[in-house]
């Protein structure tokens, strides 16, 4: 058995903390190389002493201040790198075999980026290497052998679910016999709350998903089911679908994470507990199946499974996802970065819950108006969404 040494990227987030908990089940196969954070400086010197990471990513040198000062691990301090370089140098460090990519936002893609050139084996969990940058990520997968695992729960089940699933490289051609991808959504929690209510919800209503413990953000993207359409543009890359054939179908219960249809009508389904830590494992041990720690699904304590149609009338932002998905790359780019300021906007109660659709419509209306954009490098992404967020925060000023 091989040691692999891991660098978490967004160590401090659900993510990172759920794949510490995996990690520290396994010492006998997996060692901490790196550990990052942004904020949560502090969280990250606890957790660097107990898996005795060799080294930290922090964002300046007040950041490197506040973790010299929270350190209390036996020994001496891990090496402390500082700023967005250090991220990107510490994803394609030689010592390092694999990078769990959790970074939220458009932060998350220069490392993530980098980890794929440099042909690691990337478990990712960042879905802006495939939103905004999509052509780019496959081909830097591709060009240096990468091995690639999918993290979110969908994109995963999905990978367990399709043929030749033994084999993590990048994909270039639709899946054999494959009919239909379903990506599955929970309905978060507002799936049968009045619509004309809808405008008045408060974030913590938003962030209070029935089923999964999630950062803010990612639970209002949820509400919004925002988080589905940039899943399925994650699916059109990660295996080479068409956007005709990638589905979403609202299951509450959470408990199927997604599903394969194939051509002679049969369907396999991933089932487990909706819980981070069963993808987590499976992207870690593979081609392995190792204990994640999650306790079994009882399918006879469950009971039922019930599944419907979205309702774009309540979920306008999934109606979003597919125009941008079929209009292109630029339009996700644009979707990805008007969400997120949107969403800032709501956390801060700046705008209602039902101006984030309206912020990112506006965004993209304006982006159909204008020629067509060429992505050659993350230069460019990185330059539209700078554009896109600097359009839509004055237009969260101006509602």
């Known amino acids: 058995m091989i040691m692999q040494n ?43 002493a107990v898996c005795a990471a060799r080294a930290v990513v922090v964002p300046d040198v007040a950041a490197r201040e506040r973790f010299t000062r929270a350190w209390t691990g036996h020994g001496g301090l891990p090496e402390i790198r500082v700023g967005k370089q250090a ?42 290497a495939l939103v905004a940058a999509g052509n780019l990520f496959m081909t830097c ?15 995963n089940a999905i990978f367990q679910c399709l043929p030749r699933s033994a084999d993590a490289r990048a994909r270039s051609e639709r899946p054999d016999g494959v009919r239909r991808l379903l990506l599955t959504a929970s309905g978060g929690p507002f799936r049968t709350t009045d619509v ?49 054939d990638i589905h979403v179908v609202v299951h509450p219960q959470s408990r199927v994470h997604s599903m394969v249809e194939y051509r002679d009508g049969s369907i396999l389904a991933q089932l487990g507990q909706p819980d981070m830590r069963i993808p987590i494992a499976y992207g870690l041990g593979f081609p392995d199946r190792i204990d994640s720690g999650v306790d079994l699904l009882s399918l006879a304590a469950l009971g039922h499974l019930d599944f419907e149609e979205p309702d774009f009338a309540r979920f306008p932002c999934l109606k ?3 125009g941008a998905v079929r209009a292109g790359q630029a339009a996700c780019v644009t979707l990805n970065a008007a969400n997120e300021v949107a969403v800032a906007n709501f956390l801060g109660r700046r705008i209602r819950y039902t101006e984030i659709a309206r912020v990112i ?3 993209l ?28 925060s004055e237009l969260c000023l101006a509602l």
């Not at 659900?14 to 502090?42: K, M």
């Not at 970074?103 to 990337?122: H, N, Q």
């Open 196 to 244: 004309s209510l809808l405008a008045d919800v408060t974030p913590d209503q938003a962030c209070a998903h029935p089923n999964w413990r999630m950062g803010r953000k990612i639970s209002v993207d949820s509400a919004t089911m925002l988080n589905k359409g940039l899943e399925v543009i994650e699916a059109h890359w990660l295996f080479a679908m068409p956007v005709a």
């Open 361 to 363: 419509e506006r965004s």
């Open 6 to 48: 891991i660098c978490i990227l967004g160590s401090t987030g659900s993510i990172g903390e759920n794949t510490l908990d995996v990690i520290a089940r396994h010492r006998d196969r997996f060692a901490v190389q790196t550990l990052s954070a942004y904020s949560r400086i502090e969280r990250l010197a606890q957790q660097a």
């Open 87 to 128: 991220l990107v140098d510490s994803a394609a460090d030689p010592q390092v075999t694999t990078v769990m990519a959790a970074i939220v936002g458009a932060a998350g893609l220069p490392p993530t980026l980098a980890a794929a050139r440099a042909g690691k084996r990337v478990l990712l969990a960042n879905k802006e």
């Open 365 to 392: 209306e304006r982006q159909a108006g204008r020629p067509s954009c060429v992505f050659n490098c993350l230069d460019d992404v990185l330059a539209l969404d700078r554009e896109t967020r600097t359009f839509a």
């Open 320 to 322: 979003l996802s597919f």
């Open 141 to 155: 997968v591709r060009d240096s052998g990468a091995a690639l695992l999918p993290i979110d729960s969908e994109h």
